[in-house]
T-cell receptor, first 113, second 114 residues
């Protein structure tokens, strides 16, 4: 079965510093991976996805993610963090039938000024 | 564009009461989903509807029923609410035909069961 792990409950970073939010996956077949962000009292918003092709995927709000097949990872990154990036981030993998997503437990990102 | 609209936004129920959570999308999406979000557990799929007229169980369907009323609307019903169903419920939709398209989420219904 498809699964996703986000090993960090919380990531703290200073404003202006680079940030990384980690995600590892387990799939049968090709991985189709997604990152979503959730701001307080809001629904999830799509950030980016990896389907095939370039291992570095660029998404919304300056975020990017690096796909690493050998390490089964799909880490979310941003070169310079903003206080407004503080939110809950979810990694997800598409199921084998293509109808559903399986979500990780989420990582709280706190960016301090 | 409204996107995915959920009603109500907040609700408090007593154990044993019933309730229907409403969801509507205006993006002409075929697939719709109901999730619950609990601290430290991410989002867990309750039910989904791949297209109008079909519904399927997700990871945690017990205690819930759904109705795909038409292409726009997908409701979630709690027949006899239990404290364990206290959660934040999210509805999502996705265009079909390309399973790699992202899901679009509503802003949730915060449900407390006493």
């Amino acid at each position: 079965a498809q699964s996703v792990a986000q090993p960090e409950d919380q990531v703290n970073v200073a404003e202006g510093n680079p940030l990384t939010v980690k995600c590892t996956y387990s799939v049968s077949g090709n991985p189709y991976l997604f990152w979503y962000v959730q701001y307080p009292n809001r629904g999830l918003q799509f950030l980016l996805k990896y389907i095939t092709g370039d291992n570095l995927v660029k998404g919304s709000y300056g975020f990017e993610a690096e796909f690493n097949k050998s390490q089964t990872s799909f880490h979310l990154k941003k070169p310079s963090a903003l206080v407004s990036d503080s939110a809950l981030y979810f990694c997800a993998v598409r199921d084998v039938y293509g109808n559903k997503l399986v979500f990780g437990a989420g990582t709280i990102l706190r960016v301090k000024s | 564009n409204a996107g995915v609209t959920q009603t109500p936004k907040f609700q408090v129920l007593k154990t044993g009461q019933s309730m229907t959570l409403q969801c509507a999308q205006d993006m002409n999406h075929n697939s719709m989903y109901w999730y619950r979000q609990d601290p430290g557990m991410g989002l867990r799929l309750i039910y989904y509807s791949a297209s109008e007229g079909t519904t399927d169980k997700g990871e945690v369907p017990n205690g819930y029923n759904v109705s795909r009323l038409n292409k726009r609307e997908f409701s979630l019903r709690l027949e006899s609410a239990a404290p364990s169903q206290t959660s934040v419920y999210f509805c999502a939709s996705r265009i079909s035909g390309d399973s790699n398209q992202p899901q679009h989420f509503g802003d949730g219904t915060r449900l407390s069961i006493l």
